[in-house]
């Protein structure tokens, strides 16, 4: 009897592939699938993404006095006053488009002296600044803090574009 139960029971058949697609078609179509994806959401947030603009010369000017205005009490006048110099020649440089890092005091003073892009306040502020960092680069005048702090000032002061204050 056990053996007329046995021969009821047929073997497992293995599973009929009803797909018409074989299977390495459907795992590069998904993967080129998430490609194109991916790059639509790369493009996408490249091209919205706000693009930071690059600071104007007056605002990288102001960015270095403010950097250095901490150092004013740690560093000796004379390297100072070069320091403070050489920004506000780049920020002539980069805004008015002017060689004043390649000219004397003298001769930039003269250079700017019939410019248009200097009001008259303007061109006795950067005058009196180049005189009082020549004086200490080059006749080694004795400077103080306060000096320093003055021509931080007088920088900032022509960077801004502000009047010239009268003492």
Known sequence: MMMLLAQEFHDIAPPVNYSLV???VIFVAGLIVLTIIGLA???????????????SPR????AAL??????????????????VSDILRRYVMEQFDLPMTRQTSVEFLNAIAAAANFADEEKTLLADFLNRCDL???ARYEAT??????LLDEARQFVRGEALVPA
């Open 41 to 55: 959401i790369w493009y996408g947030r490249k091209l919205f993404r706000k693009e930071q603009p690059a600071p």
């Open 145 to 150: 803090t306060a000096d320093s702090r003055l």
């Open 136 to 138: 200490i680069k080059f």
């Open 59 to 62: 605002e990288r000017a102001l």
């Open 22 to 24: 074989p299977p390495w």
């Open 66 to 83: 403010s950097r250095i205005e901490s150092e004013v009490e740690k560093i000796a006048p004379y390297q100072f006053s070069i320091r």
